[in-house]
């Protein structure tokens, strides 16, 4: 008789709630980790006996996927609280101008403190947008799950063949460097930046090269008085810098369905100012949505319409945006947010937001999102206050105890690996150097 291959140890964590989100709760449950892989979630104790594993008890804990925060600015954790108070149009100007203040060491800092801070709160997989390699680089440093959009920008149509040509070479370089847990995308950023010869060309350059493409859509009344009516502060800036305006379609998102943007596995990020006709479309076309709730209360922006596009089958993930619009990157308290008007919402659909539909937005939910038997071993386990006899919620404002990517364990017992004692105190002496310079009298 041929002898069966004997399977590699594997590991066994067990915790009071198991919380698969592909299926019912398991009280008293277990995750079996096999290398990089899922291999086994059911009661502990009845782990298959193939199965030979070490076993981790969790106790007093939930286990669950790893949140997916599906909109970020790593990059950008430095501006915490640097442009609190000012209007959106002044806002965005004052992040162009902070980010051209920095180093690319500063940028690289960063960026690794914000995964820092998610992976502290559970996050496994970050979708960041960002127009440089820093988010990329600390990605891949620190171990995590994401793909880093690429951004690119151009509201003058003359520009947009030299600015794919740009964005052209950047990606193809970092493609160079990508690996199985950090991908790359393109990201024209959005409708005030964006003229429609550079959205048609980037949705190109997605086609062409298989890649991700987000964008920030139907965020704001100025962005939408843009593309409506050629009106408002955006308009008056463009045409201040020899730009001609006017108005390009009767809405932001019909003004990516007429570029090409609107397409199968696009992420839009945002999408506040969205009608029936705009949600049809985005359903329509198989396009998601990544919905930033802290964010958009910040600049009063709104709130976006989640229930009605989740009914139309819109897979809807949530992201905290920049910490330079949001004082913290909590999922569950965004998901919590993201589903505060839809009164038939219940703790599934709070885990839905925050692990498998975010993975679907970012279209990979077939690796990660959800605990099942081949998926990616991205897994986070929080501690319990009190046993509880009904499944718990996602908990908002938690630490984590374990955090697993991919197999690997880069949070044990709420300590991040590595060396990252070094990396907060330089992000607080960029900050105080940013606010010296923000706050210098202008040169005359």
Same mark, same amino acid.
């Given at each position: 008789m041929t002898e069966r291959p004997q399977r590699a140890?594997?590991?066994?964590?067990?915790?009071?709630?198991?919380?698969?989100?592909?299926?019912?709760?398991?009280?008293?449950?277990?995750?079996?980790?096999?290398?990089?892989?899922?291999?086994?979630?059911?009661?502990?104790?009845?782990?298959?006996?193939?199965?030979?594993?070490?076993?981790?008890?969790?106790?007093?804990?939930?286990?669950?996927?790893?949140?997916?925060?599906?909109?970020?600015?790593?990059?950008?954790?430095?501006?915490?609280?640097?442009?609190?108070?000012?209007?959106?149009?002044?806002?965005?100007?004052?992040?162009?101008?902070?980010?051209?203040?920095?180093?690319?060491d500063e940028l690289l800092d960063s960026a690794r403190l914000g995964i820092l801070e998610g992976l502290a709160g559970g996050v496994t997989t970050f979708g960041d947008t960002a127009p440089g390699d820093a988010s990329f680089d600390a990605m891949r440093e620190l171990g995590v799950r994401g793909i880093a959009y690429q951004e690119v920008f151009g509201p003058d149509p003359a520009t947009a063949p030299a600015a794919l040509d740009a964005i052209g070479a950047r990606i193809a370089a970092l493609r160079s460097r990508a690996s199985s847990l950090?991908?790359?995308?393109?990201?024209?950023?959005?409708?005030?930046?964006?003229?429609?010869?550079?959205?048609?060309?980037?949705?190109?350059l997605a086609r062409d090269l298989s890649l991700p493409l987000a964008t920030h859509v139907a965020e704001s009344a100025a962005e939408s008085e843009l593309v409506a009516a050629a009106a408002g502060p955006f308009a008056e800036f463009l045409r201040g810098r020899g730009i001609a305006v006017a108005p390009r379609a009767p809405s932001?998102?019909?003004?990516?369905?007429?570029?090409?943007?609107?397409?199968?596995? &696009?992420? $839009?990020?945002?999408?506040?100012?969205?009608?029936? /006709? !705009?949600?049809? +479309?985005? @359903?329509?076309?198989?396009?998601?949505?990544?919905?930033?709730?802290?964010?958009?209360?910040?600049?009063?922006?709104?709130?976006a319409p989640v229930a009605a596009m989740r009914r139309s089958?819109?897979?809807?993930?949530?992201?905290?945006?920049?910490?330079?619009?949001?004082?913290?990157?909590?999922?569950?308290?965004?998901?919590? &947010?993201? $589903?505060?008007?839809?009164?038939?919402?219940?703790? /599934? !659909?709070?885990? +839905?937001? @925050?692990?498998?539909?975010g993975a679907r937005a970012l279209g990979l939910a077939d690796l990660t999102g959800t605990l099942e038997a081949g998926k990616a071993a991205d897994l986070v386990a929080f501690p319990l206050g009190a046993p509880t006899d009904s499944p718990p919620a996602p908990p908002a404002s938690a630490t984590a105890r374990l955090v697993v990517v991919d197999g690997v364990e880069r949070v044990r017992d709420g300590r991040a690996s590595g060396d990252v004692a070094g990396i907060a105190p330089r992000v607080r002496a960029a900050a105080a150097r940013l606010r010296k310079w923000r706050d210098a009298p202008p040169r005359r």
């Open positions: 140890w594997c590991t066994s964590y067990r915790a009071a709630w198991v919380i698969p989100v592909a299926a019912p709760p398991i009280r008293g449950g277990a995750v079996v980790v096999e290398g990089s892989r899922i291999a086994w979630v059911g009661r502990a104790g009845d782990e298959p006996p193939g199965l030979k594993a070490r076993t981790v008890e969790l106790g007093a804990a939930l286990l669950a996927p790893g949140f997916v925060n599906a909109h970020t600015h790593l990059d950008l954790t430095v501006l915490a609280g640097l442009l609190d108070g000012r209007p959106f149009f002044e806002w965005i100007r004052g992040v162009v101008a902070c980010r051209e203040a920095l180093t690319a950090v991908r790359v995308g393109i990201s024209p950023h959005a409708p005030y930046s964006v003229s429609d010869a550079l959205y048609a060309g980037a949705a190109q932001p998102v019909a003004l990516l369905e007429r570029t090409g943007v609107l397409a199968p596995g &696009a992420l $839009l990020i945002h999408c506040v100012r969205c009608g029936e /006709a !705009d949600i049809a +479309a985005i @359903a329509r076309a198989g396009a998601a949505v990544v919905t930033c709730p802290m964010s958009n209360r910040y600049f009063g922006h709104g709130v089958g819109i897979a809807v993930g949530v992201g905290s945006d920049s910490m330079a619009s949001n004082g913290r990157m909590d999922i569950p308290a965004e998901a919590d &947010a993201a $589903l505060a008007g839809d009164p038939a919402a219940d703790a /599934a !659909d709070r885990w +839905a937001l @925050a692990t498998r539909e």
